[in-house]
């Protein structure tokens, strides 16, 4: 069996050394340029459009992400029939749950606006919100949406959520598709954005949507940063009706020097960290992926092409 590896942005031979030790008997190369050689499988992340192209005998290909994005957007260079697989948790899910915990513990116990105060000194006491008024709408009941859903319940906090489909999920007041959104965000004072991007999906976050929130609601993006219009967001925050925004992920990657975000205090930025992809637990699952494939079982993250993920 022939594996053809691409990361971008990391160093194949970790990746290469995990696989060899779940699959010893696999062929590994890394893929180059001008390589149009016969493969069974591909590993990647971010492929070149030349990577996948019409390769001879290959069966599928595995992203070592969760969304798919980078994979689509290469359009016919991927073909329609070949299977796009993706990682499905591999260990996000905990670390997607911690983030958006602890994002939303802060504003709720306004651990924002007593930082603000120390830097300047003032001792002062802030009335705390109430639950019933911190209703956690999170737009994207996939395996991570509902993962940070079970976080938040731990807390008593009301959730709702959103999807493409109608949802019936215990603890969660569920919306769906475009008729549910408008009712959705009026009743969300934290939104949490862990949706796939697709061209329904891409900015999704306008002015038109956020002004739906409710005066003094809170921001969480730990999706893609293409669902948000960063300068209506923006605007929204100068203005007040949006209280505080935590991004993870960007319009551009990394977050340009002079990007006016990075000088917004009520604007917390962090690196595209929301959740890592754990390199010996993605491998796994990829391995007894590839070992069901081969045996001819069906796998779990088979991206459907109509949908875009
Ligand atoms: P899933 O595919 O499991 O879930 C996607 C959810 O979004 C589903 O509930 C789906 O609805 C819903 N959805 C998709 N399109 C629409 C739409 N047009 N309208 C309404 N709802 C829609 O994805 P995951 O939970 O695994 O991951 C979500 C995203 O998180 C990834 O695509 C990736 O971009 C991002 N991510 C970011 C990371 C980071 O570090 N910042 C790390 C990992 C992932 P339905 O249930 O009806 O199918
Ligand atoms: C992912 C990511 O999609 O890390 O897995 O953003």
Redesign the pocket.
């Given at each position: 069996m022939r594996i053809l590896v691409h990361v971008s942005g990391g160093k194949p031979d970790p990746w290469l050394a995990e696989l060899r030790t779940v699959l010893p008997e696999a062929e590994l190369r890394v893929w180059q340029p001008g390589d149009d050689d016969p493969a069974d499988y591909a590993v990647v992340w971010k492929p070149p459009a030349a990577m996948l192209g019409r390769r001879p005998g290959l069966k599928a290909v595995f992203n070592v992400?969760?969304?798919v994005d980078a994979i689509l957007e290469l359009g016919d260079a991927v073909p329609a029939e070949l299977p796009v697989i993706r990682?499905d948790d591999a260990g996000?899910g905990m670390q997607m749950a911690e983030y958006v915990t602890h994002a939303v513990l802060r504003y709720f116990r306004r651990f924002d606006e007593f930082s603000m105060q120390e830097n300047a000194a003032n001792w002062r006491f802030l009335k705390p919100y109430e639950k019933r008024d911190f209703r956690v709408g999170i737009l994207g009941l996939g395996v991570l949406g509902r993962r940070i859903a079970e976080a938040l319940a731990h807390f008593d906090f009301p959730l709702n959520g959103w999807s493409r489909s109608q949802r019936n999920l215990a603890g969660i007041q569920c919306y769906a598709g475009p008729e549910g959104f408008t009712e959705f965000l009026r009743h969300s004072r934290v939104l949490v954005c862990v949706l796939p991007l697709t061209p329904e999906t891409r900015g999704l976050l306008n002015r038109a949507a956020l002004a739906h929130l409710p005066q003094g609601a809170f921001l969480i993006n730990v999706a893609r940063g293409d669902h948000v219009v960063e300068q209506d967001l923006l605007e929204l925050v100068q203005n007040g009706h949006i209280a505080g925004a935590t991004l993870d992920v960007f319009n551009e990657e990394p977050l340009p020097r002079a990007h006016p975000f990075w000088k917004e205090p009520r604007i917390t930025v962090t690196p595209?960290c929301a959740?890592?992809?754990l390199r010996g637990d993605s491998i796994r699952q990829i391995a007894g992926k590839i070992r069901a494939l081969e045996r001819g079982e069906p796998v779990a993250g088979l991206v459907d092409r109509t949908k875009g993920y």
């Amino acid at each position: 069996m022939r594996i053809l590896v691409h990361v971008s942005g990391g160093k194949p031979d970790p990746w290469l050394a995990e696989l060899r030790t779940v699959l010893p008997e696999a062929e590994l190369r890394v893929w180059q340029p001008g390589d149009d050689d016969p493969a069974d499988y591909a590993v990647v992340w971010k492929p070149p459009a030349a990577m996948l192209g019409r390769r001879p005998g290959l069966k599928a290909v595995f992203n070592v992400g969760a969304g798919v994005d980078a994979i689509l957007e290469l359009g016919d260079a991927v073909p329609a029939e070949l299977p796009v697989i993706r990682l499905d948790d591999a260990g996000m899910g905990m670390q997607m749950a911690e983030y958006v915990t602890h994002a939303v513990l802060r504003y709720f116990r306004r651990f924002d606006e007593f930082s603000m105060q120390e830097n300047a000194a003032n001792w002062r006491f802030l009335k705390p919100y109430e639950k019933r008024d911190f209703r956690v709408g999170i737009l994207g009941l996939g395996v991570l949406g509902r993962r940070i859903a079970e976080a938040l319940a731990h807390f008593d906090f009301p959730l709702n959520g959103w999807s493409r489909s109608q949802r019936n999920l215990a603890g969660i007041q569920c919306y769906a598709g475009p008729e549910g959104f408008t009712e959705f965000l009026r009743h969300s004072r934290v939104l949490v954005c862990v949706l796939p991007l697709t061209p329904e999906t891409r900015g999704l976050l306008n002015r038109a949507a956020l002004a739906h929130l409710p005066q003094g609601a809170f921001l969480i993006n730990v999706a893609r940063g293409d669902h948000v219009v960063e300068q209506d967001l923006l605007e929204l925050v100068q203005n007040g009706h949006i209280a505080g925004a935590t991004l993870d992920v960007f319009n551009e990657e990394p977050l340009p020097r002079a990007h006016p975000f990075w000088k917004e205090p009520r604007i917390t930025v962090t690196p595209h960290c929301a959740a890592l992809t754990l390199r010996g637990d993605s491998i796994r699952q990829i391995a007894g992926k590839i070992r069901a494939l081969e045996r001819g079982e069906p796998v779990a993250g088979l991206v459907d092409r109509t949908k875009g993920y």
